[in-house]
């Protein structure tokens, strides 16, 4: 199943390694966030798919012991999970997936967690851009279009979920610009 092309696979490598905060996103943030859905589950393992360089990784292996990441984009993380996780986070990495591949990704993020997948997707045009000038969000849906989407690609209930409208101030255009993003967590049945 095909999850990624290789020419995009180049425009995030590049991108990583000419934006040293691509592909950062997380952190404590994240682990805050995800803490509850921790608490409530007691996964040992985790997956976290679409994680950059890794700092969302590193932290959940220094406090909960076994957590892999997956990045096609990133060298460090290219390869693929071969098993499932008790819990996938998913951080701001839906909305930079090639459209033509969206259903794989989701049919692969199934098969990646036993008990609950945290989703984070960004509904709104991204501040960056791809090298090849492309906005770097390629799908731009709201929660209305992602939520039918997500249902029939993961079999899972929808246990939680929250859309939250935030904006960045662009310092080029001296304008507010939306930065709304999608959350779900999903259980596993």
């Known amino acids: 199943m095909k999850l990624i092309s290789n020419y995009y696979i180049k425009q995030l490598e590049t991108l990583h390694d000419t934006r040293k905060n691509f592909g950062i996103f997380g952190g404590r943030t994240t682990l805050k966030d995800i803490q509850p859905w921790i608490d409530k589950y007691q996964p040992k393992t985790f997956i976290d798919y679409g994680c950059g360089k890794g700092v969302l990784v590193k932290l959940l292996q220094e406090q909960y012991g076994h957590c ?10 290219r390869e693929k999970p071969l098993e499932p996780a008790e819990m ?6 839906l909305e930079h997936i090639e459209p033509e591949y969206l259903d794989n990704v989701l049919k692969h993020i199934d098969s ?18 791809l090298p090849d000038g492309r906005n770097a969000h390629l799908i731009v849906e709201e929660d209305t279009w992602w ?13 939680d979920q929250k859309y939250i409208f935030s904006q960045w101030l662009s310092q ?18």
């Open 147 to 159: 939520r039918p989407k997500l249902l029939k690609h993961i079999k899972a209930k929808i246990i």
């Open 68 to 77: 892999i990441g997956y990045d096609p984009g990133y060298a460090e993380f």
């Open 88 to 93: 996938l986070v998913c951080t701001d990495v």
């Open 172 to 189: 080029k255009e001296q304008v507010y610009k939306p930065a709304n993003k999608y959350v779900v967590v999903l259980e596993k049945q």
């Open 112 to 129: 990646l967690f036993t008990k609950v997948a945290y989703l984070y997707i960004a509904t709104s045009a991204a501040a960056k851009l």
